[in-house]
Nanobody
Framework: QVQLVESGGGLVQAGGSLRLSCVAS????????MGWYRQASGKQRELVAG???????NYADPVKGRFTISRDNARNTVFLQMNSLKPEDTAVYYC????????????WGQGTQVTVSS
């Protein structure tokens, strides 16, 4: 089992920045990929950014050049630095981890609200 706890959400004006953090606990040795998803009101959850255990990253097109994902394996923590925020970035942001124990298992944090005002 893996537990994920996010922090760092809040209210910010357009053009501002926020940094999200997610700390994993439990069977963290089995975690491969980690990432951030978001879900805006009335929309489906979507991938924002992901990072492998080795540090390979991927980003959704809307956030490329503005968001940066990073990972500290020693502290079992993944970060999402969000710059040049736009009102359309408003959503609940969820931390995700995928662990492999024979099969693949997906774990989710409780979510943190990010609100960008215009």
């Amino acid at each position: 089992q893996v537990q994920l706890v996010e922090s760092g959400g809040g209210l910010v004006q357009a053009g501002g920045s926020l940094r999200l953090s997610c700390v994993a606990s439990g069977s963290t040795i089995n975690i491969n990929d980690m990432g951030w998803y978001r879900q805006a009101s009335g929309k489906q959850r979507e991938l924002v950014a992901g990072v492998s255990r080795g540090g390979t990253t991927n980003y959704a097109d809307p956030v490329k050049g503005r968001f940066t994902i990073s990972r500290d394996n020693a502290r079992n923590t993944v970060f999402l630095q969000m710059n040049s925020l736009k009102p359309e970035d408003t959503a609940v942001y969820y931390c995700h981890a995928q662990a492999e124990v024979g099969a693949l298992y997906d774990y989710w944090g409780q979510g943190t609200q990010v609100t960008v005002s215009s």
